[in-house]
Nanobody, 115 residues
């Protein structure tokens, strides 16, 4: 079983920055995907950014150039640095880990971008 604990959401003005953290614990195999999804009100959950098991990264077109993803393997922690935030980035952000054929999800952290 894997547990994911997110932190770092909150209210920020347009143009501001936030950093989300996700710490994973439990039984994790060496190869896994880990990253972030988000779900805005009335919309489907979408992939924002992630590391693949091969170490490459993926970013949604809507966040390219503004968001970066990094990780601390020793801590099984992934970070999402969000810069130049826009109101349309407002959503609940969910940490995701795909490991051993199973998707694991955090509880989500709310990011609100508003003046």
């Amino acid at each position: 079983q894997v547990q994911l604990v997110e932190s770092g959401g909150g209210l920020v003005q347009p143009g501001g920055s936030l950093r989300l953290s996700c710490a994973a614990s439990g039984t994790i195999f060496s190869l896994y995907h880990m990253g972030w999804y988000r779900q805005a009100p009335g919309k489907h959950r979408e992939l924002v950014a992630r590391f693949t098991s091969g170490g490459s990264t993926y970013f949604a077109d809507s966040v390219k150039g503004r968001f970066t993803i990094s990780r601390d393997n020793a801590k099984n922690t992934v970070y999402l640095q969000m810069n130049s935030l826009k109101p349309e980035d407002t959503a609940v952000y969910y940490c995701n880990l795909y490991n051993g054929g199973v998707d694991y999800w955090g509880k989500g952290t709310l990011v609100t971008v508003s003046s």
